[in-house]
């Protein structure tokens, strides 16, 4: 039994149709009953040759996909671990921005503020989602810091020949950074 035509929009929760016609894909779920319904609003496609249904969403949905690379602002900084916000990616700005987390590498030495800082936007690729926890390395090569912070008076980390200094207070800090570090076309082409 189909309770909703192919191409008909459909709101969360709505039945679509029986398991026995068409099984769940995309945007749907199975409940108890054997009645296949969608979990958010859009168009019913159906599949005649998999026999499967799914609803394509009207609004595109934004997803972080494993391999996608980011933008991110870091957040918060502990001993093995970095928290960030997701701004952007793959080049596409965020509407609303994830959180998410810089994970150690496997031989990693000393603390994570040695390669991050507070205000950081740092390049990171995607490497796993659990549980809607998104996991995130800098660790390859062509990622890390774009834009530092200074972490005792707030002013830009300048690139040098001696490392990374501070334009307001002069100190040096270290980061993890990508060869275009500091290049604001290359940042301003990553938030889109």
Not at 136 to 159: E, H, M, N, P
């Amino acid at each position: 039994m189909v309770f909703a035509q192919d191409g008909e929009i459909v709101s969360p929760g709505q039945p679509i149709c029986v398991e026995e016609e068409f099984l769940p894909g995309e945007n749907t779920k199975l409940h108890g009953d054997g009645v296949v319904a969608s979990i958010t609003y859009g168009r019913v496609r159906y599949d005649r040759r998999a026999r499967k249904v799914k609803v394509e969403p009207l609004k595109p949905v934004e997803e972080v996909r494993v391999g996608d690379t980011v933008l991110a602002e870091v957040k918060e900084v502990q001993d093995k671990i970095a928290v960030v916000e997701i701004i952007s990616v793959d080049g596409r700005p965020l509407k609303h921005p994830r959180t998410a987390f810089i994970l150690p590498a496997p031989r990693m030495r000393g603390t994570m503020d040695e390669y991050v800082g507070v205000g950081d936007l740092v390049v990171a690729v995607v490497i796993n989602i659990f549980a809607g926890v998104i996991g995130l390395t800098i660790w390859r090569q062509g990622l890390g810091a774009i834009y530092s912070l200074c972490d005792s008076c707030g002013g830009l980390l300048k690139r040098t020949q001696k490392g990374l200094v501070c334009t307001r207070c002069g100190k040096r800090e270290k980061r993890k950074i990508v060869h275009y570090y500091g290049n604001m076309a290359r940042l301003a082409s990553m938030v889109g």
